[in-house]
T-cell receptor, first 113, second 114 residues
Framework: GEDVEQSLFLSVREGDSSVINCTYT??????LYWYKQEPGAGLQLLTY?????DMKQDQRLTVLLNKKDKHLSLRIADTQTGDSAIYFC?????????????FGQGTELSVKP | GAGVSQSPRYKVTKRGQDVALRCDPI?????LYWYRQALGQGPEFLTY????????KSGLPNDRFSAERPEGSISTLTIQRTEQRDSAMYRC????????????FGEGSRLTVL
């Protein structure tokens, strides 16, 4: 989606941390999301953050939100080969738009043993 | 059902033919969304329903695309007079409650127009 931008590829070694970055444009977005797509499968919600939060931690996942710069990041600690997938950042379109999301192009994460 | 089910998983058709893509949502999920995902891109919103009512169809590319959900459950996305540029993965997703963004996606229907 033209409103959400991500770098296309990231390669890390097993056990390292991965950081996937995203910029968005709609300052009225209420929630920002990270979805994961594994080969041949549908997208799966990983985590989300409310726009009035700076950080959210969920086990190995840490989401950081810089609302001033409209920058969102997803950090995966102790990355495993099973984390290899495409990760999509998404923003909600305005307030209370439910599942009408604007997705980025996706970042393909490759984890090398 | 346990998850969102889409059929057919793969559809190859000739230019000019009509196609119908089906989505069987998670039982009880209120809202149903259709997205289109081109190769190497993220999903793009097409349209959505709350129950049987189509709430927003602003993402449908042109009037060859239509969708319905007559009984508030199964939905069909129809593309008339298909063109090569319609080739993509068409994804259906549902939400348990109308005001969240936690989409449950199906595996998608891959459409190839020759």
């Amino acid at each position: 989606g033209e409103d959400v931008e991500q770098s296309l590829f990231l390669s890390v070694r097993e056990g390292d941390s991965s950081v996937i970055n995203c910029t968005y444009t709609d300052s009225s977005s209420t929630y920002l999301y990270w979805y994961k797509q594994e080969p041949g499968a549908g997208l799966q919600l990983l985590t989300y953050i409310f726009s009035n939060m700076d950080m959210k931690q969920d086990q190995r996942l840490t989401v950081l939100l810089n609302k001033k710069d409209k920058h969102l990041s997803l950090r995966i600690a102790d990355t495993q080969t099973g984390d290899s997938a495409i990760y999509f950042c998404a923003e909600s379109k305005g307030n209370n738009q439910g599942g009408k999301l604007i997705f980025g192009q996706g970042t393909e994460l490759s984890v090398k043993p | 059902g346990a998850g969102v089910s889409q059929s057919p998983r793969y559809k190859v058709t000739k230019r000019g033919q009509d196609v119908a893509l089906r989505c069987d949502p998670i039982s009880g999920h209120v809202s149903l969304y259709w997205y289109r995902q081109a190769l190497g891109q993220g999903p793009e919103f097409l349209t959505y329903f709350n129950y049987e009512a189509q709430q927003d169809k602003s993402g449908l590319p042109n009037d060859r695309f239509s969708a319905e959900r007559p009984e508030g459950s199964i939905s069909t996305l129809t593309i008339q007079r298909t063109e090569q540029r319609d080739s993509a993965m068409y994804r259906c997703a549902t939400i348990q409650r109308a005001n969240t963004g936690e989409l449950f996606f199906g595996e998608g229907s891959r459409l190839t127009v020759l």
